[in-house]
Each structure stands twice: as C-alpha cells, then as structure tokens.
C-alpha cells in the first residue's frame, strides 16, 4: 500500500532548485545588515530628537505654503518633505473603529463594530465598500483562474458569491449599487494577439449581470473605475490595444485618452490620476474639461477622497535601492546613481536614514495632496510596509501601519486634525524578520 | 565562527531552498529569499545557530522577504509608467519544473504552499507548523488534509502518463 505522505516527500524532493550557492555571497548582505545595526546606534542621539518631536507635532493644513510636488525639477527625483506627523503607535491616542472594510488574517471582516467569519487566501485582497455591505476579491490561488469577488452582508448576513474564475480587480459605482469587472479569456501573463477580455457589469449584492461587452482585445483589458453611473474607464494594457476608452453601457469602447494605465480614480470619476506622460509623472486629469491640472512626480497615488478634494499619496523618503554605502559619505546636493535610478541627496534623506538605519526601506510618506492643485496639506511619516490607504469619509484616511517591525495598527489621520490609533496595536512576531501581517485593508 | 556558519549555511541551503521555492513557487525569487534569509542569520551569528527550529525561522524569513519584494514590485508599478504591453503579475515566473506536481504545486494557496513545505520538506510536525505559522493545529490539519488531496491527483496524473 502506498503511503501518500511519503510518496509525496519523495515526489517534492525530486523538484529541481538552485545549484550550491557559495557562502561568500552571503556576507556582502550580512555586512550590510551590520552596517544599519552600527548606524543604528551613531543615529540614535539624532533618531530621539526627531521622533520627540515630530510625533507630537500636530498636523495642519500649511495653506498652500508648500511649494506643490509639481514645482520641483522634473529630471531628478524630488527630495523627499519633512514630515508633519512621525508615527509612534504608542503615543497615538485611540479613536473609534474604522469605518472601512478590514481583515484580520485569523479569519474575520471587520466593517465598523459588526464582524463576519470569512477567509481570505491572498495577502492582496481587494476589500470595497458597496451599498449594504462590502465585496472581497480574493486570489485562492496564483493560478489567475483562481480568483473570487463575494458580497459580504454589513449586517452579518450571508456571503454571496459574486463571480469567479479569471477576473480582475473590481470597481464600484458612484451609488455603490454595481461592481464592474472584467474576465480574461486569455493568457493574463503571457497575452496572445487574439487575447480578448469581457467585461461585465453586475449588481453587487447579487452577481446578476446588468451589462456585459464580449470581445474586448487584450486579455488584461479592464474597468478601472466609474466615470458616472453609466460610463466606465477601461485601461487596454495588450499588446494589441492600449490606451484608455469609455464604455457607456449599452454600447461599445470609445478611445478616450493615449496614457497608458490609471492610477486612482475619484470616486465621483470627475478627477484621473494617469500614468504614461512623456516626462514619466503622474498625470492628474479633470474629465469634464479634459485638462491636465498637475503632474505628480514624486510618489504614486494611492486613492482620491470620497468628493475628490484630496489624494493620498504614498512616496518612499529613501529610495529602497540606495544602501548604507550610498550614505555612509553623502552630503546634501550628491547624486546617487544605480542602474536606472537617480536621485539628490538632501538632509531631509539623510536626517530620515540616521532616524532608521535599521531599515529604512520600511519607511514610507503617506502625503494628502490638495487634488486639483498638488498642494500638499498633510505628510505621515512612520513603517508602511502595505501602503494601501482608504478614505473613510471627505477628510480621514485610514492606512496601515507598523512600529519597530514589533507591532501594527490601523491609524486614522485628519487633514486638520492629526492622527490616532483606528485599531488597537496588535503584536508581531517577536522577531523583527518573521513579523506576521495582523490587519489587511486590502488594496 | 565562520566555519561553523559555512557548515550550517552547506547542510541547510538544500532543504530550505526546495522548501522556499515550494512556498513562495518561484524559483528566481526563492533564490533571492532564501540568500536573504541566510544573510540575516549570518548577521545575528552565533545566535541564529540556537535558534529551536532553523529551518522554519529561515522558510518564515525567507517567504516575507518574497512577500516584500511583491509589495515593493507592485508599490513600483503603480509609480513607474507602465509601457504598452500586458502588465507583469507577482506570480511566478520561472517554474522549476513543468510536470503535474509541480503545477500542482504553483495553482495552490499561498498558506497551503508553506504549509506543504514544512511538512513534506521540512518534516515539522503539525503542532510545529501551527506555532510558527501562528495558526491553530486545525488549521493546519484541514489545509493540509486540503492540499494533499490536490497533490494525490497530480502525482497519480503523473504515474499514469
């Protein structure tokens, strides 16, 4: 009798891996851990007068004093701003619970105070409000076939299965009443000229199909948000089709605009952020006029406000590519180069490296913009390792975020009014490089 | 002290490997993960050599150092332009072997993959798989009893070709 634990031991050990890689590479990367250890201890003087500071530093609109991001020389990547807000988990006070979909891993949704049981596979769930309840995109598995959206009740009732299969991520009506995808009928990774996609519109309580456009080229062609109750934003990214178009359901795609991906769209669709410019930024479009109001060249847009008066924006202070050696003899006014990345040194980089040498490619600005001017009214600094940012209503934005790699939470900031504890810090692994991921707001 | 790392970094890299790249089910990526892993017990030598079990502490670090580096990949293509073309997935790329298993293998859950890994590669036991994946012993039981039904199928596609 065949012992399938056994034979499957036998049948994974025959899986060829990597040949024997010599000890010596290792130890370029362990002195580079070294190093941030050793720059941890010299910083540490510099690190308690900043962070003293700075997390009790209230936040507040600068009105426009701030130079606009889209002022700064488009050739080098710009330095990054001081922050208004330092994260310190432990001295933020508690505020209510967030209003937005969350997740916690062990296996519960959370959607202000109700709960419901439900697992999620991926750690890059798609979590979106909808009228009644929230609908979840999850991946089961990496097989791109593999993937669900489901309705979940806010009043804890039952789950329903939206679609499954090859679809893409969700959007959802202004209303809130339907949710728009797309389905693959091809090779998502590899994409073939006869690739095509078919995207569909449907009520999001329910699934029932309201609007369906068979035969779209490209098989990664897909709805990137409503523009209104009745037109949606596709993004062709095919080899054979690219660019953005407009389906006013009923009929078919119209070209719209030459860019070639989309950001984030304004909840309303009033405003796009757009990625493909000549000069490599991030366009900021108003759609009734048609007109580019701003260029956003340091960060990537994460989502507008509900009412499209402010986008966050997350931007890393230190590029993760840059290494303790880059630092170690940069002065303010350098240039670090590597590969194809570029970037001016400014005491504000060093200031943020010697405050965590430890790891600053944790480190990340979340920075609410003015939407239609790129002023910047708000910048949080602190350990965003998920980025993913939801606005809870016209002036707060829930994100998550880290403390020391040893414990998360869900932080609420104000424009306005600073910053405060959405969730209670949960506890992460006691080891720094095995921490576990407590709350998901998906993407 | 280096010695005694370059005997443990020989005897371990194997196992840990195949079981990275089981878990994270790219090859590229398990390489650059399982390095990592490596360099981070190299720095905090000899206390790594203490740790209770090495090899889940290595597989643990290794999967978030692939799950980082999908975050900042994704992070950097929403900064980037993206060049017409179809756009690049997390998922794997290059696939150590093209055959049933190991298809089976790549189409299973993320938490399924590092579970298999630790118990068919690693040989911890199911109480041992819970704590470091800080789920319950339940868990760790239906997920496995779920996987092993998927890879049963492949490997009996596999001895009937």
Redesign the interface.
């Known amino acids: 009798m065949i012992d399938i634990d056994d034979e499957l031991a036998r049948a994974l050990a025959r899986i060829p891996v990597g040949d024997h890689a010599p000890v010596e590479h290792l130890r370029g990367r362990a002195r580079r851990l070294h190093t941030r250890r050793r720059l941890a201890a010299a910083g540490a003087i510099a690190a308690v007068t900043a962070a003293a500071a700075a997390v009790v530093v209230p936040s507040s609109v600068r009105d426009g004093a701030e130079p606009p991001v889209t002022d700064r020389p488009p050739a080098e990547e710009p330095a990054p701003g001081v922050p208004d807000v330092v994260l310190d988990l432990g001295t933020l006070g508690r505020g209510p619970e967030p209003a937005v979909p969350w997740y916690e891993p062990a296996g519960t949704l959370h959607f202000g105070t109700e709960q419901a049981p439900h697992v999620i596979e991926s750690d890059y769930p798609a979590l979106r409000r909808v009228d009644g309840g929230f609908v979840v995109w999850d991946e089961l598995s990496v097989d791109q076939a593999e993937r669900s959206l489901v309705f979940v009740p806010g009043n804890g009732g039952y789950t329903e299965e939206i679609a499954g299969g090859p679809i893409s991520l969700p959007v959802v009506s202004p209303d809130g009443i339907r949710v728009a995808w797309a389905v693959s009928n091809g090779d998502v990774d590899t994409g073939t000229s006869t690739s095509t996609s078919t995207l569909i519109v449907a009520d999001a309580t329910t699934g029932e199909v309201q609007e369906e456009l068979p035969g779209v080229p490209g098989s990664s062609t897909k709805p990137m948000g409503f523009l209104d109750d009745d037109t949606i934003l596709v993004e062709a990214g095919a080899n054979t089709v690219s660019g953005l178009h407009t389906w006013e359901l009923g009929g078919g795609l119209t070209p719209y605009r030459d860019e070639t991906g989309v950001a984030a769209v304004s909840p309303a669709g009033d405003l796009l952020a757009l990625t493909g410019d000549a000069g490599g930024g991030i366009d900021v479009v108003d759609v009734a006029s048609d007109a580019t109001l701003w260029t956003l060249r340091d960060g990537y847009p994460l989502a507008f406000s509900p009412d499209g008066r402010y986008l966050a924006v997350g931007t890393e202070p230190v590029r993760n590519w840059v290494t303790p050696e880059d630092l170690a003899t940069a002065r303010p006014g350098d240039v670090i180069a590597r590969d194809e990345h570029e970037v001016t040194v400014t005491q504000d980089m060093l200031d943020t490296a010697a405050r965590y040498p430890d790891g600053w490619e944790r480190i990340e600005h979340l920075v609410i913009l003015d939407a239609r001017t790129g002023a910047e009214l708000l910048r949080v600094e602190g350990e965003l390792p998920e980025l993913t940012a939801v606005w809870e209503s016209g002036t707060s934005v829930v994100f998550d975020a880290y403390q020391d790699s040893a414990e998360a939470a869900l932080v609420r900031c104000t424009v306005g009014a600073g910053c405060e504890l959405a969730t209670d810090p949960a506890a992460l692994d006691d080891d720094p490089d095995t921490y576990d991921v407590p709350y998901l707001l998906g993407s | 002290m280096d010695e005694d790392?370059?005997d443990w970094?020989?005897a371990l890299?194997?196992r840990v490997?195949?079981a990275v790249?089981?878990a994270v089910?790219d090859?590229d990526l398990?390489?650059e993960a399982t390095?990592?892993?490596?360099?981070?017990a190299?720095?905090r030598w000899p206390a790594a050599a203490a740790l209770d079990s090495p090899v889940a502490?290595l597989l643990?670090?290794a999967v978030?150092e692939a799950?980082?580096r999908?975050?900042?990949a994704?992070?950097e293509r929403?900064?980037?332009?993206?060049?017409?073309?179809?756009?690049q997935?997390?998922?794997?790329a290059a696939e150590?072997?093209d055959d049933a298993?190991?298809t089976a293998?790549?189409?299973?859950?993320?938490?399924s993959r590092q579970v298999?890994a630790m118990r068919?590669?690693l040989?911890l036991t199911e109480p041992e798989i819970a704590s470091t994946l800080?789920?319950t012993r339940g868990t760790v039981a239906s997920t496995l009893s779920r996987a092993?039904r998927q890879?049963?199928a492949a490997?009996t596609h596999?001895e009937t070709k």
Request: hydrophobic residues 45%; without cysteine.
């Open positions: 790392f370059t970094y020989v890299r194997p490997l195949r790249t089981i089910g090859r398990a390489e390095a990592e892993a490596f360099a981070r190299l720095a502490w643990k670090v978030n799950r980082t999908w975050r900042r994704r992070l929403r900064h980037l332009q993206r060049l017409a073309g179809e756009p997935r997390h998922a794997p150590p072997r298993l190991w293998v790549a189409a299973l859950p993320e938490r298999v068919y590669v040989d800080g789920v092993r890879l049963a490997l596999e």
